[in-house]
């Protein structure tokens, strides 16, 4: 439908943020379908969250070969990766490789975020307000805004009062911070702090780590590809697409169907050893039941936590490191290079806030309740408002001027984590109840924006101008998520972001769909082929 409304340029599609998801997805409608379609993106490029998080030793804990996309074997033979692990820079350079291969920035617009965006009822379309003070309409508004973009950054008394330099993490600053020979404090032990911990000790006078949940990790044994390695990713680039697509977890890797307690535990304990030596997100597919059996999982944790006091000399440190209130892989496993090795160095601290809470923060530096610590420089690695925050930031409204925010204050609900009742012709790239973070993302992404596709194309062939999510089968949906999660030990890490835990009021509800990717491919697949059940369409 076309938009009569002065002062508003209409466009079939509207997308939304322009990572990965962003990029595939204006790719395939522009190209597969011929729409006119524009891609709003906040910075100042492509990338993402990776345009963001520029963090000292921000790098993927998804090997190199499985954090590309696999849709086009020309792109594949066009890109080589150097790192098994690789790190944002390079990362950033895949990004701004993806769109320049396809062309894709005549159509997109940066420096632009979208302000609001409003489903207009009478004419079937969706109106939406820029930064910049101008308005489109569109028949489609895709949400491309990935599950890790929208820095929580902790409301700590008097951090106004700092005299010194802070920064969050996932908000960088391009120049970069100056740590040599400055008095830094990290808060949080996270994945994020986990990787930025051993490159900015490196760099300090002294670093003082402030860690309220102490976590597992995992050596990634990071080292350059090989040339044969490299051969390999090209040669059989049909082949690792095919494991990514029928795996759990959607990497290169298939996890061992065996019981942890079906073997003896001299043989348990050399798989762990092997996989701890091989290092990486593999070691937690040592065994099959290791997510879903407290016991089985308890051989794995303890094995990590005998590691970390191996590691660690001072045991009083070792003792808090390996603190741990979770099962492991509870929360997304991190990987790390030297981690708890950085404990060692005579420059590094440890300050258990768990025992002595941040009071405030001073001119000076933080305060606990124990002791004042004074420093030049803090670092928030304090993570996200996960898979919800970036969607609810933009102010989106469905039928009847339902905010989102309203949909969604008991929790996120959607149909497939595809679509939202009373959004209609809104679809999310893994969203919530979509596998998203409990996965390798490229090969999701490359699912929904396929499924995405192929839907607006059924619709144009059959003469439907709408697409809504039903409001029963969106509550079935999220009973299945939460059955999903609830067959597993994930909801017993009380303090994850899985569960929206690390930001003060959010609603306490198991976001993502822990059913595993290969499953909901399936599922996604069924409900298409039977002419999309669960979904209400309309001419």
Same mark, same amino acid.
């Given at each position: ?5 002065p ?22 409608l ?13 910075a100042a ?14 790098r ?19 890109w ?10 390079e ?33 079937k ?13 569109a028949?489609y508004?895709i949400?491309?805004?990935g ?25 960088w ?9 400055k008095?830094v ?8 702090g ?7 000790a ?13 976590n ?8 350059p ?7 390999y ?22 996890i061992?169907?065996r019981s ?11 798989v762990?050893e ?6 990486g ?6 065994f ?14 303890e094995?990590i ?6 590691v ?13 209130d ?17 404990? =060692? ?20 530096g ?9 420093l ?15 969607l ?20 996120p609900?959607t149909?497939l ?5 009373q ?19 490229p090969?999701q ?37 939460n059955?999903?999660? =609830?067959?597993?030990?994930?909801p017993?890490?009380?303090h ?5 835990? =690390? ?32 979904f209400?369409l309309?001419?």
């Open positions: 439908m076309k938009d009569t409304q002062n508003t340029r209409h466009l079939d599609a509207i997308i939304v943020g322009a990572g990965l998801s962003g990029m595939y997805q204006l790719l395939s522009r190209d597969k379908l011929g729409m006119n379609v524009k891609v709003f993106e906040a490029g492509v990338g993402g969250t990776w345009h963001h998080n520029r963090y000292p030793g921000a993927c804990d998804s090997e190199s070969h499985s954090y590309m996309f696999y849709f086009s074997k020309e792109l594949v033979q066009s080589e990766w150097t790192e098994r692990y690789p790190q944002q820079p990362i950033q350079r895949y990004m701004d490789h993806v769109a320049d291969f396809f062309n894709l920035r005549p159509d997109m617009v940066f420096n632009t975020r979208v302000n609001a965006a409003d489903y207009d009822e009478a004419s379309l969706w109106r939406v307000h820029t930064s910049d003070g101008q308005s489109w309409s028949t508004l949400t491309a805004v599950c890790l973009s929208s820095a929580n950054v902790p409301a700590i008394e008097g951090l106004d009062s700092f005299q010194g330099q802070w920064a969050h993490t996932s908000a600053p391009a120049e970069g911070i100056d740590f040599k020979g008095r404090g990290v808060v949080g032990t996270g994945s994020t986990i990787q930025a911990i051993p490159v900015i490196a760099q300090a006078g002294h670093l003082t780590v402030f860690q309220r949940t102490a597992y990790s995992i050596p990634a044994r990071n080292a590809l090989t040339e044969e390695f490299k051969h990713v090209k040669e059989n680039a049909e082949d690792i697409r095919q494991l990514m697509n029928e795996t759990t977890n959607a990497h290169c890797f298939r061992d169907p942890a307690l079906e073997v003896s535990e001299q043989e348990r304990n050399a762990y092997a996989a701890w030596a091989k290092g997100l593999q070691f937690r597919a040592t099959g039941d290791l997510l879903k059996d407290k016991t089985a999982n308890d051989t794995a944790a094995f936590k005998t590691k970390i006091r191996q660690v000399k001072d045991p009083q440190t070792a003792a808090l490191l390996s603190d741990i979770h099962p492991f892989a509870a929360k997304r496993p991190p990987i790390d290079s030297h981690y708890f090795e950085t404990f =060692n160095r005579d420059n590094v601290s440890l300050v258990d806030i768990r025992s002595h809470p941040i009071e405030r923060i001073t001119a000076a933080i305060q606990t309740t124990q002791a004042q610590y004074d030049d420089v803090i670092v928030f690695a304090t993570g996200f408002d996960a898979m919800t925050g970036s609810l930031r933009m102010n989106i409204s469905g039928r009847q001027g339902l905010p989102l925010k309203d949909a969604w204050a008991a929790g609900r149909y984590g595809l679509q939202i009742p959004f209609p012709n809104m679809f999310t790239i893994t969203g919530p109840g979509s596998p998203s973070v409990l996965c390798n993302l090969p992404i490359e699912q929904h924006v396929n499924w995405i596709t192929a839907c607006i194309a059924y619709m144009r062939d059959n003469g439907i101008s709408q697409i809504e999510a039903d409001e029963q089968a969106s509550d079935d949906w999220v009973q299945q998520v059955e999903a999660a =609830n067959a597993t030990l994930l017993q890490a009380h994850s972001w899985y569960l929206g835990a =690390n930001v003060p009021g959010k609603p306490r509800v198991f976001m993502p769909y822990a059913g595993g990717f290969a499953r909901y491919r399936g599922i996604c697949d069924e409900v298409a082929a039977s002419q999309y059940r669960g209400h309309h001419r």
